[in-house]
């Protein structure tokens, strides 16, 4: 009954390493988005794509690429992982492009730890 | 470009008290705002949203008001109870992208028995 799926819950690792993270939605929206939450519980987003094409992307190092193999999936790969990238990391969909705006569903969040 | 603030970053209540959250925002071109809950650990949740041609809508022990002369928005919650104890966040969109929901800071809101 997961509407949005993130795996892994948590995830620690190592300066420099490279990670994947990964979203899935079973709901049957069109859009996916990324979102970063940091310590403060600051909540800014990172990408969208819809129908699998990039249609949100803030200025996020070029370090993060997001990879959206089907409109159910958006995963989201980190290279070179840094200290700063710490943070707790958010999927979510919604039934459209937000054309007309709409409630965007979170997944249950990834909290990534580089130490 | 938007930015999204709330007042007061904490706020007790006792139980049974009614909730008032406060919210301010900087871009005239957001019509459409949403406010969410979070419980520790969990997602963002959805509680209510308002479009910018209304000023107050009700859901469940919910409602959602408008000013859009002050670029103002509350969420007001009715008999508070200790299971609403969590961090809220409004948010706006609008413009060219609604799909961009631009987050205020979030209120902690803590509810005593």
């Known amino acids: 009954d997961t509407a949005v799926s993130q795996t892994p819950k948590y995830l620690v690792t190592q300066m420099g390493n490279d990670k994947s993270i990964k979203c899935e939605q079973n709901?049957?929206?069109?859009?996916m988005y990324w979102y970063k939450q940091d310590s403060k519980k600051f909540l800014k987003i990172m990408f969208s794509?819809?129908?699998?094409?990039?249609?949100i992307n803030e200025t996020v190092p070029n370090r993060f690429s997001p990879k959206s193999p089907d409109k159910a999936h958006l995963n989201l790969h980190i290279n070179s992982l840094e200290l700063g990238d710490s943070a707790v990391y958010f999927c979510?969909?919604?039934?459209?492009?937000?054309?007309?705006?709409?409630?965007?569903?979170f997944g249950p969040g990834t909290r990534l730890t580089v130490t | 470009g938007e930015s999204v603030g709330l007042h007061l970053p904490t706020l007790s209540v006792q139980e049974g008290d009614n909730s008032i959250i406060n919210c301010a925002y900087s871009?005239?071109?957001?019509?459409?705002f949403i406010w969410y809950k979070q419980e520790s650990g969990k997602g963002p949740q959805f509680i209510i949203d308002?479009?910018?041609?209304?000023d107050k809508r009700q859901g469940q022990r919910v409602t959602v008001l408008l000013n859009k002369t002050v670029k103002h928005l509350s969420l007001q919650i009715a008999a508070t109870q200790p299971g609403d104890s969590a961090v809220y966040f409004c948010?706006?969109?609008?413009?060219?992208?609604?799909?961009?929901?631009?987050f205020g800071q979030g209120t902690i809101l803590t509810v005593h028995p």
């Open positions: 308002i479009r910018s041609n209304m």
């Open positions: 709901l049957g929206h069109d859009t």
């Open positions: 948010a706006a969109a609008g413009g060219t992208s609604y799909g961009k929901l631009t």
């Open positions: 979510a969909s919604s039934p459209d492009s937000g054309a007309k705006g709409s409630e965007q569903y």
């Open positions: 794509y819809n129908n699998k094409e990039l249609i």
């Open positions: 871009n005239s071109a957001s019509d459409y």
